[in-house]
């Protein structure tokens, strides 16, 4: 039976899920198998919650006691009023403008706060439910709660905004609100500590360390060997000298610096990123087809000098070690400066105080250097671009090799494929600023070496693969692989687009027809369309497409289909992943979701 420190029954503070605020609530039940309380709130909406977000009602009582000084008489302030009720009396104001302007804001209050019917447009967009009445009523309370929702935070953040004049203040204020945002810190500081060890925890991420690396060196040099069968023994380790050359390596860092370059380019529009944990939002600049368009200017003058590309072909042993030294280097930049990084700052996922887990995962979420946003930078430039840059030069290296005049059609289907890919993934780059990489993960080894080693030197591996083993195929078969990629591409964009465009305005009258359920952090889940026809749409998608990039190597090897295997593997975890943080997001919203779509990525399979 697994230790419970709240009993049914029990009055506590539950924390609001997305936000910093706790209101009283009583616990109804306990689920021994998720390790989640039910919990009821004073307006009746029942939620579930992890035992990190309940505290007790008297860990409250010191900050009650401030709040109740007399210059904090007022009432509206108690943070254990239920998201459900209605705000009431404003704070005390100091001059008339004031009053007049908190009157105003009573005044959208209140009309705001009159129960909403949902109307018939969203009634039948909702079909998140079975029981129409139910469903009705739920829908109703969830916007309900949304709708306070919204006014508390607003309220918070006015309320930190209007105190921070502190010519209005009693010393006594200042001092109250600041040990109550002391304690709110303390708070949030607990629970941004990484509980739930991902990888296989300490030994997984260790393990990982070690053997990433050296699954690029084993495939690589499988991949040169004339018989690539994965029955042989493995290659004997290249001495050093074919390993490593000081020159390659400079070469790999004026590649690098030179993506930098024109990342600090100021063309291109600068966005805003989703808010971080403490409401800041961070500035991007969207120039990566710019990079793109800039990188295949400088190839074109490389080749029109009669710079032979086809000398990363011919070092591309040693350019991949000098990318792994490059990223375990930076790695260990990135982790001796997060331990400088304010809390604020750090990663929920990459926060565990173990050294090997955090500099796997990564423990600051968003290292900048000024404006210079590290992790950002290498998701897209060294990473896909480089992808982009290493199949041109197997291309180049096919045709000098195999004395041909254009290259074989398997070789310009994998090049067409990834370059359609990379191109589609810089033209919507703005939508990485909503992944998970950008979003929660920390950027350590695991991100440092995925951009910098993994994607370059194995999702180019089919083409590396064609080079020393040529692969004739029919236009029959390659019509077939063309349509193959196309709907796997045609399934990737639209599943994209649509809950992108979702996210963006979810009253687009283009999106009508689609339905959804809505939750209680105000953002709805789709729930028809494409993503009412598996939870990831998207993945199914990216897995066709693995697949079509490795069919034109033929079937004389598995090494080629190294990436179809290790990307169906990598994301399905990576399906997991999302499923549990969704769930810790949107709670029982997203358990309908599940239950209305319950396969993953492939119907009726998984
Ligand atoms: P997604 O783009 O699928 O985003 C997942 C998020 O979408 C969830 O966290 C949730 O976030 C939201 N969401 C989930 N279900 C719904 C729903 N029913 N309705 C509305 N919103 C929903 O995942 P990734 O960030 O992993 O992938 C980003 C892109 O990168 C994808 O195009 C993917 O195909 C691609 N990719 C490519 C890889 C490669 O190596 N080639 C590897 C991994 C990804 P919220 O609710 O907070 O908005």
Redesign the pocket.
């Given at each position: 039976m697994p230790h419970r420190k709240f009993g049914d029954g029990d009055v506590v503070m539950g924390r609001w899920p997305g936000s910093v605020l706790y209101y009283e609530v009583q616990i109804t039940s306990y689920d021994d198998l998720t390790h989640l309380y039910t919990v009821k709130y004073k307006d009746g909406t029942e939620l579930e919650l992890k035992e990190s977000d309940i505290k007790s009602v008297s860990a409250f009582k010191h900050r009650k006691s401030n709040s109740s000084s007399p210059s904090r008489r007022g009432g509206s302030r108690s943070r254990s009023r239920s998201p459900g009720r209605p705000a009431r009396g404003r704070r005390r104001s100091s001059s008339q403008g004031r009053d007049a302007k908190d009157d105003k804001k009573k005044a959208i209050r209140g009309t705001k706060l009159t129960p909403e019917k949902p109307n018939e447009n969203n009634t039948s967009r909702y079909n998140g439910e079975p029981d129409s009445t139910e469903r009705n009523d739920t829908s109703h309370k969830i916007l309900q709660q949304k709708v306070d929702l919204d006014l508390e935070i607003d309220r918070v953040l006015d309320q930190y905004r209007v105190r921070s004049r502190k010519e209005d203040k009693t010393k006594e204020e200042i001092y109250s609100e600041k040990r109550s945002f002391e304690a709110a810190k303390t708070i949030d500081k607990a629970s941004a500590q990484t509980k739930e060890l991902e990888f296989g925890g300490r030994i997984g991420t260790f393990c990982m360390i070690v053997f990433l690396p050296a699954t690029v060196l084993y495939l690589l040099l499988m991949c040169k060997q004339e018989d690539p069968s994965i029955m042989n023994f493995p290659p004997p380790l290249p001495s050093f000298d074919s390993l490593w050359e000081t020159r390659v390596f400079g070469v790999w860092l004026v590649w690098f610096f030179l993506q930098a370059l024109f990342y600090l380019l100021p063309v291109g529009k600068v966005v805003e990123g989703i808010p971080l944990l403490n409401g800041r939002k961070l500035q991007y600049r969207i120039n990566g087809f710019y990079a793109f368009a800039l990188t295949a200017a400088a190839v074109g003058i490389f080749l029109y000098f009669e710079l032979e590309l086809h000398y990363l072909y011919d070092h591309f042993l040693q350019f991949a070690v000098s990318a792994i030294v490059f990223s375990v280097v930076f790695s260990i930049y990135l982790y001796i400066r997060s331990l400088k990084a304010p809390e604020e700052n750090l990663s929920s996922g990459g926060n565990s105080g173990s050294f090997i887990y955090d500099f796997f995962t990564g423990h600051e979420l968003n290292p900048r250097i000024g404006t210079f946003d590290l992790k950002y930078f290498c998701e897209l430039r060294p990473s896909l671009i480089g992808w982009v840059v290493v199949n041109l030069a197997m291309l180049l290296a096919e045709m000098k090799i195999h004395n041909q005049n254009v290259p074989s059609l398997s070789m310009i289907l994998v090049n067409s494929f990834q370059l359609l890919?990379v191109m589609d993934a810089l033209w919507h780059e703005e939508?990485?600023l909503?992944?998970?990489?950008i979003t929660h993960d920390g950027f350590g080894f695991m991100l440092a070496f995925g951009d910098l080693v993994w994607?370059p030197f194995i999702f180019s591996l089919q083409a590396f693969y064609l080079v020393g083993h040529p692969n004739e195929i029919s236009w029959l078969a390659a019509s077939a692989i063309i349509i193959l990629n196309m709907s796997g591409y045609y399934i990737?964009r639209c599943a994209?687009s649509q809950?992108n465009a979702?996210?963006k305005n979810p009253k687009d009258p283009r999106l009508a027809h689609l339905k959804?359920i809505p939750t209680a952090t105000g953002?709805?889940?789709?729930?028809s369309d494409w993503?009412g026809f598996v939870?990831?749409p998207?993945?199914l998608?990216?897995i066709i497409m693995a697949l079509a990039w490795s069919l034109p190597c033929g079937f004389n090897h598995i090494l080629p289909y190294f990436y179809v295997i290790y990307?169906t593997l990598?994301?399905i975890h990576?399906e997991a992943r999302?499923g549990r943080?969704?769930k810790k997001?949107?709670g029982l919203a997203w358990d309908r979701?599940c239950q209305r779509?319950p396969y993953r990525i492939i119907p009726y399979i998984y």
């Open positions: 890919y939508a990485i909503t992944t998970m990489d994607v990737f994209n809950k979702f996210r959804f953002k709805s889940l789709l729930v993503w939870r990831h998207n993945y998608g990216d990307f990598f994301i990576r999302d943080q969704c997001k949107y979701y779509v």
